[in-house]
């Protein structure tokens, strides 16, 4: 394993996605379970928790998940590209507000294309 200079939220978007994959199959608490500690030991407890019982955290969960099933879907032509893409702009979207709230400045991620979506 490499450690990874990345934005917070992107940390914990990838955690996220891991919490969706573990409700899915027993197979991924062993990637959450490593992930989720080697975050929480770079946070106080309070901080920690503050920011994994929060409706910003929760978001990122509920936005991977639609992905997820979007991804699924599209895999029998069942919903659009522009579907899966606006799910993606959804997860773009909860890693801002968690960034924000939690760690007060702006993702250093570029997402572009996503104009349409605004507003």
Do not use: P
């Not at 500690?37 to 409706?55: G, I, P, T, V």
């Amino acid at each position: 394993m490499i450690n990874l200079l990345v934005d917070e939220a992107y940390a914990f978007d990838y955690l996220s996605i891991l919490e969706v994959k573990k409700q899915k199959s027993s197979i991924s608490n062993d990637a959450w379970a490593k992930c989720y500690a080697y975050l929480q030991n770079q946070f106080d407890n309070e901080k920690w928790l503050h920011m994994m019982h929060s409706k910003e955290y929760e978001n990122m969960i509920k936005a991977n998940e639609l992905t997820f099933d979007a991804v699924d879907k599209a895999k029998n032509n069942e919903v659009t590209a522009q579907c899966v893409d606006y799910c993606n702009y959804k997860r773009y979207i909860a890693k801002q507000d968690f960034q924000k709230k939690f760690f007060d400045c702006e993702l250093k991620e570029q997402k572009l294309g996503y104009k349409r979506y605004e507003n």
